[in-house]
């Protein structure tokens, strides 16, 4: 009863926010699916999170529902008909975004915004139609007040996409979460440009690679959440994850952590994954009843889970004994070398695991690099990043994340900073980011450096926001509480600024 007193004493919680606390606490109190002993002595040390899924799942953690269905033929139990004008689609998605739910109870998936809009976009008046449109994102932002909701957009060059663009600058809205799906054979460079300059300015869009993604899911594939490829119609049943520096601490060599702790952690957390896929698909409602399945707008054959990992930096540092940061992992050959065996090894134990209910995948879990939690601190750096303070020039960044993204079809990126000028000069970072996508790099996200709406560890915050948490009143972003301690413990926000005269197109 004192941590239910404690969320509606709260006078930084929004009402929505209690409701969200108290409906979480309540999911981890009941002790219905049970775990090895192993498993809790795992997690009770830190190797192992399960990142507040609750211990008793009622849905997927991250759905994505197939949109172009629901303009198709409509929705029966919502009573919502096909739409036939640009109003009529951005009231069905509005009212369909409210019952579609995630780990967040926010949609974290609203479709590929420009492709599905387009063509009622081209049948009306050019400011009319970004009228409607200003108010669809305004009625997101205030609705769906949740940094983890995104939307998608790419790869080719539309009036819509431009449209959003557009108000993404004017209007300064940390939600939705935005990506450009990019190809160079679609994808035009003055498009491209068009988002850089958005991305500067706003924090949004990020960059993915969108040959790789396809290559991995096929053409009908989502970017959720912070930046999680998932299949549209499918998506996520769970993201637990493994601390791999904790992981580390009782290994008495690299190799005895490559051959005994690494694949115990390992199993337990697979064992985990199955227990919580099976109670998901067998005991709980959502597959036998939600409307979101009945009428086929996902499909339980297209979710898999995802297996996470965080903090390979501080994992191989501490195995090879190198105390100072910015000697090691990322800077380091024989630090970044041990962390692509460490990935090698992960990938190929959970590729020979068999996973129930993942039919569209083999039966196989993929792998997440997971973006930290606020209450990670110094120690475990998201994903497979060069921890924040000690990352070297961009390009010299990009290098190294471009031998770990490949690992990650569920999901990784990394974040740069960019000094004003930047703002000038957009055209120096678009050949950049082309590169590094050219060369193996999965997802690319910036900012500049005096924006208010930033990118934290993979969603976005307003600074200005968090400004009001700490003078004890209330943000309407569900994440602004998330922003603030993932810059209080783990100076997420302090990440190296990207000067002009260190970086060159390659």
């Keep these: 009863m004192s941590e239910a007193l404690k969320i509606i004493q709260d006078p930084t919680l929004t009402y929505r926010q209690e409701l969200i606390g108290l409906a979480h ?53 919502l009573e919502l008909e096909p739409p036939t004008d640009l109003l009529e689609a951005v009231n069905v998605l509005e009212i369909f975004y409210c019952h579609v739910p995630s780990i967040t109870t926010y949609p974290v998936y609203l479709g590929d915004l420009d492709k599905l809009l387009e063509p009622f976009v081209l049948k ?104 999680n490829g998932l299949s549209i119609a499918g998506g996520g049943f769970t993201l637990p994850r493994m601390r791999l520096y904790e992981c580390s601490l009782d290994a008495k060599s690299p190799e005895d952590f490559l051959e005994r702790e690494l694949n115990k952690y390992i199993d337990l957390q697979l064992e985990y994954m199955d227990k919580r896929v099976k109670f998901i698909v067998e005991e709980s409602s959502f597959f036998k009843t939600n409307f979101l399945v009945t009428e086929g707008f996902v499909k339980q054959e297209n979710f898999t889970g995802m297996f996470g990992v965080v903090g390979l930096a501080e994992c191989c540092n501490h195995l090879l004994g190198i105390e100072d940061k910015k000697k090691g992992f990322g800077m380091n050959a024989e630090a970044t070398e041990l962390g692509i065996r460490i990935m090698d090894a992960i990938e190929k134990r959970v590729s020979e695991h068999e996973a129930p209910y993942c039919d569209a995948y083999g039966h196989r879990y993929r792998l997440h690099a997971q973006v930290g939690i606020d209450s990670d601190g110094m120690d475990d750096s998201p994903g497979t990043r060069i921890p924040i303070g000690v990352e070297p020039t961009m390009l010299e960044q990009l290098e190294v994340n471009e031998k770990f993204h490949p690992y990650f079809p569920t999901g990784t990126g990394d974040i740069f900073k960019f000094e004003e000028t930047y703002l000038r000069t957009p055209d120096a970072i678009l050949p950049i980011i082309k590169g590094s996508l050219e060369r193996g790099l999965r997802y690319f996200s910036g900012y500049l450096e005096n924006n208010d709406v930033v990118r934290v560890t993979g969603y976005l915050v307003k600074k200005s926001e968090i400004e009001k948490l700490r003078a004890k009143k209330q943000s309407l972003n569900n994440v602004t509480v998330f922003g603030m301690g993932a810059q209080d413990g783990g100076h997420a926000l302090d990440r190296r600024v990207q000067h002009h005269e260190e970086d060159s197109a390659r």
Aim: aromatic share 12%.
């Design 25 to 77: 606490l309540g999911e981890s109190t009941d002790d219905s699916l049970r775990y090895s002993d192993e498993y809790y002595a795992a997690k009770a040390k830190g190797a192992l999170c399960d990142l507040n899924e609750g211990v008793m799942p009622f849905r997927p953690r991250y759905i994505c529902p197939d949109y172009e269905l629901l303009f198709e033929k409509g929705c029966k139990f």
């Design 124 to 227: 009306e008046d050019r400011a009319y139609a970004k009228k409607v449109l200003r108010l669809f994102l305004r009625n997101i932002d205030r609705v769906q007040t949740d940094s983890f909701v995104h939307a998608d957009i790419g790869p080719e060059d539309t009036v819509t996409g431009r449209l959003l663009l557009e108000l993404t600058e004017e209007m300064q809205l940390a939600i939705p979460n935005l990506t450009l799906r990019y190809d160079p054979e679609k994808t035009s460079d003055d498009f491209a440009l068009a988002c850089v300059k958005c991305m500067l300015k706003t924090a949004k869009p990020s960059f993915a690679n969108h040959r790789m993604f396809v290559k991995e899911w096929g053409e009908r594939y989502a970017i959720a959440s912070c930046y």
